[in-house]
T-cell receptor, first 115, second 115 residues
């Protein structure tokens, strides 16, 4: 199974809402990632978890809060978002961090619209 | 810092024609390079990767890329385009070391295949 799943596929939320995005993989990967992708742009790294610990935070605003409850799950908690946060949020995983293992498997993404 | 530049945001070819998507890299150390494809409303899928084992890399779906150090290039080719190849293609490089590695993408090239 080389699949990364993400739920929900689509999410519309108001600026005062709290919501969460979920990502799951069962490949035994120990590194998991959140990316943000605006329309017609490349993915931009937000967070990296390695062995369930946050190892990279790309200066993401605190209204985005990642969580890695176990080695298979990655959540992104959203609170008080702005309309400019509307984007495709991609989750990815890889066996390990580090250059030799940098093949990342991506999920289909969650299309987020903030109204 | 390691980076990649994709030449041409849009490439249009006829079905059966050669596909050539250009990527140039900037790196002071031997780079790890990747090509990913993104179909509409989907996540990214790895096409192929260069990790210094061989300069000509074969990937999935008939794609291949050649690493040319003298030209700092890693262009993606396919001898005969299919309609199903229409997608966005991203070149990427690993940036950083010592626990801070991350994948950095080029701006992407949208491939259109005309019947």
């Amino acid at each position: 199974d080389t699949e990364v799943t993400q739920t929900p596929k689509h999410l519309v939320m108001g600026m005062t809402n709290k919501k969460s995005l979920k990502c799951e993989q069962h490949m035994g990967h120990r590194a998991m990632y959140w990316y943000k992708q605006k329309a017609k742009k490349p993915p931009e790294l937000m967070f990296v978890y390695s062995y369930e610990k946050l190892s990279i935070n790309e200066s993401v605003p605190s209204r985005f809060s990642p969580e890695c409850p176990n080695s298979s799950l990655l959540n992104l908690h959203l609170h008080a978002l702005q309309p400019e946060d509307s984007a495709l949020y991609l989750c990815a995983s890889s066996e390990e961090r580090g250059q030799l293992y940098y093949e990342q498997y991506f999920g289909p993404g969650t299309r987020l619209t903030v109204t | 810092a390691q980076s990649v530049t994709q030449l041409g945001s849009h490439v249009s070819v006829s079905e059966g024609a050669l596909v050539l998507l250009r990527c140039n890299y900037s790196s002071s150390v031997p780079p790890y390079l990747f090509w990913y494809v993104q179909y509409p409303n989907q996540g990214l899928q790895l096409l192929l990767k260069y990790t210094s084992a061989a300069t000509l890399v074969k990937g999935i779906n008939g794609f291949e890329a050649e690493f040319k150090k003298s030209e700092t290039s890693f262009h993606l080719t396919k001898p005969s385009a299919h309609m199903s190849d229409a997608a966005e293609y991203f070149c990427a490089v690993v940036r950083g070391q010592g626990g801070s590695e991350k994948l950095v993408f080029g701006k992407g090239t949208k491939l259109t295949v005309n019947p």
